[in-house]
């Protein structure tokens, strides 16, 4: 089965956002924000090779009809291929975990790299039949990417340029062989610590959605300054604080809503608005239509 001409593959649970860029190249994504297992499956024959990044929590990729499992832990990565048998994704996604994957051609690919292919281990003439797993680190700079296409905010028009820009982008960064592999283009995301900070900072703010403390009291509790806070909260997941959390605050209140366990003004008080009305027009902003016209869309 060609990659480029499937659709996605989904279940009851859940499916992977799929952004194509190019013939022989796709943008996975997915996020379970949820508390339950979310298993994913899609189809990817033997010409192509996987690149998967777990930006938060834990995955296990299942093979074999659940004979062997190979874990993905947070801030890791795995390159997975195969040139003698398919390499079907089987994903279990762990409970508030998100991941990105590139999956790129083996023609695609060695093209990239023509060059200069016998940089790249398993594409030298000694491998390049041989199945080939190799996990790593993420680093600050490849994060700051990967959270940028899992939390893509912008216009969707531009959509398929902006991954195609960053995929790229990652790649270069995953096969950087220069010994600043891995400075971050901004200084001040060089230090893992202050990376740690921001991270810190988005676990706050969602904890704590329905009162969210001030910037200031924010840049206080992770012990940076406030204009370290906005610059580097926006440098990697791409949006200022509160944008972020709006965007959050929202996707929580469409799944409450679409439970049918509350009604729209429970669901408001939940995710921090003290008035109906004050809800109603947040959620008309983010997804163009009423709470009470979403529920009667999708019951």
Not at 73 to 88: A, F, G, H, I, K
Not at 178 to 186: K, V
Not at 222 to 238: A, N, R, T
Request: net charge negative; glycine share 4%; charged share 25%.
């Amino acid at each position: 089965m060609n990659l480029e001409k499937s659709a996605s593959k989904s279940n009851a649970i859940g499916t992977f956002d799929e952004t194509y860029i190019e013939d022989g190249f796709f943008v996975l994504t997915c996020k379970n924000d949820s508390d339950d297992l979310k298993n994913l499956e899609r189809k990817i024959d033997s010409s192509y090779i996987q690149f998967h990044f777990c930006t938060k929590g834990t995955a296990a990729f299942v093979f074999n009809q659940g004979n062997y499992t190979l874990n993905i832990d947070e801030e890791t990565s795995l390159l997975l291929y195969n040139p003698q048998r398919d390499l079907p994704i089987n994903l279990e996604l762990k409970p508030h975990s998100w991941l990105v994957s590139l999956v790129v051609s083996i023609k695609k690919f060695h093209g990239l790299f023509s060059e200069d292919a016998n940089y790249v281990t398993f594409l030298t003439d000694d491998n390049k039949d041989k199945k080939y797993y190799k996990d790593g680190k993420i680093s600050p700079s490849m994060a700051v990417v990967l959270n940028q296409l899992i939390s893509f905010n912008l216009n969707n028009s531009i959509k398929p340029l902006y991954f195609k820009g960053k995929a790229y982008e990652l790649l270069s960064l995953f096969f950087n062989r220069s010994e600043d592999a891995d400075i971050e283009q901004c200084p001040f995301l060089v230090d893992e610590v202050n990376v740690a900070k921001l991270k810190k900072a988005k676990d706050i703010i969602i904890a704590n959605m329905a009162e969210p403390p001030t910037l200031q009291e924010l840049a206080d509790e992770i012990d940076l300054s406030l204009k370290k806070l906005k610059e580097g909260f926006k440098q990697i997941y791409g949006d200022s604080v509160f944008s972020f959390l709006f965007d959050y605050k929202m996707e929580v209140a469409r799944k409450l809503l679409e439970s049918g366990d509350y009604n729209v003004n429970e669901v408001g008080l939940k995710v921090g608005y003290s008035t109906g009305s004050h809800f109603i027009a947040a959620f008309k902003k983010k997804f163009g239509t009423t709470p009470k016209k979403y529920i009667q869309a999708t019951s």
